[in-house]
């Protein structure tokens, strides 16, 4: 039964988990009207849960433990189809949604069924958009890399060493969002993207087939890693884990209690003419956005693992890095335009971008 519908009996799980698994429920950030909505957060047990089925079906030899990898075609169709349906669903539907805001057509059929509509659409408790930033995509992609490994195991009779740091790698990164779920509700897609294609696509096929690209890769290039090598890329790994990680947790920390001390010292800021404050200390005192350019980090050293002998690999490290300078950009004009004279005082005491010294 579950072999021939996997897709749909993953997303359902998904459902059910998310709209019933133990949890807490959190107030997200402030909308602009005021108001706050409430998320469900149980990302950390659905996530160890879903993990633990998958496991008791392999062994129970209910699936095959490539699945995933020899179906991925297949399952990369469907995928885009569903995304494409459902995006034209929210497009068609917004009054359906319980939404905050309230739907904005504000470009033509293309522009709205792209960047979409509605803010925050929720049915009942559902919020659509929180669901799928994490939950099927951030899982799928996990459960592909490690089906991926199964079949270089069947392909080589072993599993690399760079196809287990590319498994750990992105297991430690997918593990860390569901461990801090709640930093999500921060963050620009929840706060200001409204939920159209470009989201729901991006979600559901780019990240869980893009981001495997370098297991995919790897199936098929069982070359080993020096030692040097092997600590070198763990280094930068953990050093970018360290930071994207250390930063985040003391923005989204400083806001809960501007008191709390940061590196030892007590925090300082600017307290803006709109009521927030803008952290100028740790992290946010280096430089403006560290907290990419450690996920840059952690990009690379993935990319690292599959060593220099074709550029498919490094896709993920390309794209990623245009992503996050161009959205740094848009972040940093948004502020401006928020903040006005006080961004202007935040770009004078902490001039650089993303790299001290460089940008
Ligand atoms: P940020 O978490 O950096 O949030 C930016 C917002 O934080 C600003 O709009 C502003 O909002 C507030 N802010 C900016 N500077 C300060 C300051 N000095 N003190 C206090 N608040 C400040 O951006 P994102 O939401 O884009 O990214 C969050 C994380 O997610 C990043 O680590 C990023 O790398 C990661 N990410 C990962 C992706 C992936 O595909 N793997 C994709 C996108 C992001 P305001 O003042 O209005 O509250």
Excluded at 2 to 9: E, L, N, S, T, V
Excluded at 51 to 66: F, N, S
Aim: glycine share 6%.
């Amino acid at each position: 039964l579950i072999h021939g519908h996997y897709p749909y009996c993953f997303i359902a799980a998904q459902l059910l988990l998310q709209l019933f698994a133990p949890g807490r429920w959190v107030p997200g950030a402030p909308l602009d009207d005021g108001s706050r909505l409430k998320y469900r957060l149980n990302g950390w047990f659905s996530w160890w849960l879903t993990l633990l089925v998958v496991l008791v079906l392999i062994w129970r030899r209910v699936i095959p433990a490539t699945l995933l990898a020899d179906e991925l075609g297949p399952i990369l169709t469907v995928s885009n189809l569903a995304s494409i349906a459902f995006a034209l669903y929210l497009y068609a539907f917004p009054w359906l949604h319980r939404e905050a805001q309230g739907p904005a057509r504000r470009g033509g059929f293309f522009h709205d069924f792209f960047t979409g509509v509605v803010l925050n659409p929720r049915l009942g408790s559902l919020d659509l958009k929180f669901f799928c930033e994490s939950r099927p995509g951030l899982i799928l992609w996990v459960l592909i890399d490690l089906s991926l490994a199964a079949q270089q195991l069947e392909l080589h009779g072993r599993v690399s060493a760079p196809m287990l740091l590319v498994c750990i790698f992105h297991f430690w990164y997918v593990a860390d969002y569901f461990l801090h779920e709640d930093a999500i509700l921060s963050t620009w897609d929840i706060r200001h993207e409204r939920f159209g294609f470009m989201l729901s696509w991006g979600c559901l096929v780019w990240v869980p087939f893009t981001f495997s690209l370098q297991a995919q890769y790897l199936v098929r290039h069982a070359h080993e890693l020096s030692l040097p090598a092997t600590i070198a890329i763990v280094a930068l790994n953990a050093a970018g884990y360290f930071i994207f990680r250390s930063s985040n947790l003391q923005k989204h920390r400083f806001r809960q209690n501007p008191s709390a001390p940061i590196w030892g010292k007590r925090p300082t800021f600017i307290r803006t003419a709109r009521g927030t404050t803008l952290l100028t200390s740790g992290f946010w005192g280096v430089a403006r956005h560290l907290n990419y350019t450690g996920d840059l980090m952690m990009g690379l050293a993935w990319c690292l693992t599959c060593k220099f002998g074709h550029l498919l690999p490094y896709f993920y490290f390309i794209y990623f890095s245009i992503l996050l300078i161009h959205r740094e950009r848009r972040d940093d004009q948004h502020c401006a335009t928020r903040y006005g004279e006080d961004w202007e005082e935040y770009r004078r005491k902490v001039p650089w971008r993303m790299i001290p010294g460089v940008y």
